[in-house]
C-alpha cells in the first residue's frame, strides 16, 4: 500500500521550497566544493530556503540535524552520510512525517530501501577499480615487478571508503601486490601526513601510496619529502588519490600525484533536479551514479578496461586545468 512508499509530499504553497541539508563537515577540498555547490544551487534567489547543518564529521550530530529538520517541517531532507550504518531509525522518523529524502555523496545501509527516495553521488568501487587497473597497467608499462603500497584509507565505514578500499584490496589480491600498510587518514591533509609519516619509519620498501583523497595526498607528499624521499615517475613512491580538486589536479600535472581519479563534488544541480522531478509528481530514478574520470601524470596508458567497459585515462595538461 501507500504506506510501503517513501513519502513524496514535498513542495509548499508560498512557493519557496525548505531543504534541510545535512552535511558531513569540512575535512577536505572535496567536501568544500560540495557545500558551495549546495548553497549556490540552494539559494533564496532561486526560490529555496536552505538550512545547512555541518555534522563535523560526526554521525550523532546529523542524526541531531534530521529531527531537527523534521521539527522545522522542511520540504525536503538532503542527507550526505558520514557512515553507511545507523540510519533506520532516524529515516523511519523522517518517513513517518511524511518527509522526502534525498541521499546524496555517500550511500546508507538500511535494510528498507523505501527509507529514502533516492541517491546520487559517485560510484567508489568503480572509482578504486579504474585506479587499480591504471596502476596494473602503468607497472606493466615500466616493468615495476614489485609494488609495496601503503594504503592510506578514508573515513573508515564512509563508502568513499569502503568502496575504494574494496578496488584496491581485490587488485592487491588478484596481481598479487603487497599491502605493506593500511590505516585511515580520515581524508583530512594533518591525518594523511601523520600516518605516512608513521609508515615511512616501520617500512623502509614503499614505492606506491594508495590516498583515498586528495587532501590525504597532500599530507603524504609533505611527509615523504620530510623523510629524505621523492615522489614523481622518476622518484621513490608513486603517489595515488581520488577527487581531482583544483590543487590535486596541479599536482598531477606535475607528477606529484601519478594518477588522481575523478570524484565529482558539484551534486547541487543534480540534487536540484531530483527535486523538481519530486515537485512534478514524479519518481526519480533510485540510484544514480555521475559519470568520472581518469586523470594522469604521463601517457603510458590511455584506457582501462573494467567488466567490459572501456575507460578513457586522460593526460594532465593545462588545457585540463
Ligand atoms: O573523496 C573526500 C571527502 O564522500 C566522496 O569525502 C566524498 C569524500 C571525498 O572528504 O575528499
Redesign the pocket.
Known amino acids: 500500500g501507500a504506506d510501503a512508499e517513501a513519502s513524496n509530499e514535498g513542495g509548499s504553497s508560498d512557493g519557496v521550497i525548505t531543504v534541510g541539508f545535512s552535511q558531513?563537515g569540512a575535512?577536505?577540498d572535496?567536501?568544500t566544493a560540495n557545500s558551495e555547490s549546495m548553497k549556490s544551487t540552494f539559494s533564496e534567489a532561486n526560490g529555496y530556503k536552505l538550512i545547512f547543518d555541518d555534522a563535523q564529521q560526526k554521525q550523532e550530530n546529523q542524526l541531531t540535524a534530521i529531527r531537527n529538520f523534521i521539527n522545522q517541517e522542511v520540504d525536503y531532507i538532503v542527507l550526505a552520510p558520514t557512515t553507511e550504518t545507523g540510519w533506520d531509525t532516524v529515516l523511519q522518523e523522517a518517513k513517518d512525517a511524511g518527509i522526502p529524502v534525498i541521499i546524496v555523496?555517500?550511500m546508507v545501509d538500511v535494510s528498507d530501501d523505501s527509507l529514502y527516495n533516492c541517491y546520487v553521488g559517485?560510484n567508489f568501487k568503480l572509482e578504486g577499480q579504474k585506479a587499480c587497473e591504471w596502476l596494473k597497467a602503468y607497472a606493466d608499462a615500466k616493468g615495476i615487478n614489485e609494488l609495496n603500497i601503503a594504503h592510506i584509507q578514508?573515513t573508515i565505514g564512509?563508502?568513499?571508503q569502503i568502496g575504494r578500499t574494496e578496488g584496491l584490496e581485490e587488485a592487491a589480491e588478484k596481481y598479487g601486490w603487497n599491502i605493506v600498510a593500511q590505516q585511515s587518514g580520515e581524508?583530512t591533509q594533518a591525518k594523511g601526513q601523520e600516518v605516512m609519516e608513521s609508515m615511512l619509519k616501520q617500512n623502509d620498501n614503499i614505492n606506491v601510496v594508495y590516498c583515498?583523497?586528495?587532501?590525504e595526498a597532500f599530507g603524504a607528499i609533505d611527509a615523504i619529502k620530510a623523510a629524505g624521499k621523492t615522489v614523481g615517475p622518476d622518484g621513490d613512491i608513486l603517489v595515488m588519490s581520488?577527487?581531482t580538486v583544483k590543487a590535486g589536479i596541479e599536482m598531477t600535472m606535475t607528477g606529484d600525484i601519478i594518477c588522481n581519479t575523478e570524484?565529482n563534488p558539484l551534486h547541487g544541480p543534480r540534487v536540484e533536479e531530483l527535486i523538481k522531478k519530486m515537485e512534478a509528481g514524479e519518481e526519480p530514478e533510485k540510484i544514480a551514479y555521475v559519470d568520472e574520470g581518469i586523470f594522469t601524470f604521463g601517457d603510458e596508458v590511455a584506457s582501462v578496461s573494467i567488466d567490459g567497459q572501456d575507460y578513457e585515462v586522460t593526460k594532465v595538461t593545462q588545457e585540463v586545468i
Open positions: 558531513v575535512e577536505s572535496w567536501r555523496d555517500r559517485g578514508g564512509a563508502s568513499a581524508f583515498e583523497n586528495d587532501n581520488f577527487d570524484c
